[in-house]
């Protein structure tokens, strides 16, 4: 069966550090994968669009990979601030599935 | 919130009732989606619309309905057929459909009670 996964539902890391975020994914040929950061309460806000061609993309102090034989996407976030705690969660657009997300990965910075 | 707007922001019905989930956008995207979140869990998709008077079911839509009138508005509807009603509804829109970055609204907290 199709599964997609996000590698731990909570992750605490020090200000400063990078945090990466796994997102696993099986019987998928996705097309492309979003991220997204989830503040509480509030609405998924896009982050980051990788296509199945590509293997990285960037912005700012965000970085994303994808590798199709892994079938995983890992999210960095360098130089981490406080405000960069939320939950991040991952989908996958592939024809036949349309868009399935991911439950998320709740980050915290400590300062 | 990317000009999406849904209303009420926190809904509460007896069980049994009908309920209607308001989104409306002014990006003059085509594309429009219905969510529903659940603690713990991804998105699931509802239903999408991806031109007026058009619309899809998506993977959980038995006990709803949508309609798709006007570019602008897709509202939504959990019906006394949706067994768990209780959730966090999230409105998205897109230019085209599952193209593109969705655009997602603040979302709706239905509490039947």
């Known amino acids: 069966s199709q599964k997609i996964e996000q590698n731990s539902e909570a992750l605490n890391i020090q200000e400063g550090k990078t945090a990466t975020l796994t997102c696993n994914y099986t019987n998928y040929s996705p097309a492309y994968l979003q991220w997204y950061r989830q503040d509480p309460g509030r609405g998924p806000v896009f982050l980051l669009l990788i296509r199945e061609n590509e293997k990285e993309k960037r912005k700012e102090r965000l970085k994303v990979t994808f590798d199709t034989t892994l079938k995983q996407s890992l999210f960095h976030i360098t130089a981490s601030q406080p405000a960069d705690s939320a939950t991040y969660l991952c989908a996958l657009y592939s024809s036949a599935s349309k868009i399935i997300f991911g439950s998320g990965t709740r980050l915290s910075i400590r300062p | 919130d990317g000009g999406i707007t849904q209303s009420p922001k926190y809904l509460f019905r007896k069980e049994g009732q009908n309920v209607t989930l308001s989104c409306e956008q002014n990006l003059n995207h085509d594309a429009m989606y219905w969510y529903r979140q659940d603690p713990g869990q991804g998105l699931r998709l509802i239903y999408y619309?991806?031109?007026?008077?058009?619309?899809q079911k998506g993977d959980i839509a038995e006990g709803y309905s949508v309609s798709r009138e006007k570019k602008e508005s897709f509202p939504l509807t959990v019906t006394s057929a949706q067994k768990n009603p209780t959730a966090f509804y999230l409105c998205a829109s897109s230019p085209l459909l599952f193209t593109d970055t969705q655009y997602f609204g603040p979302g709706t907290r239905l509490t039947v009670l």
């Open positions: 619309s991806q031109i007026v008077n058009d619309f």
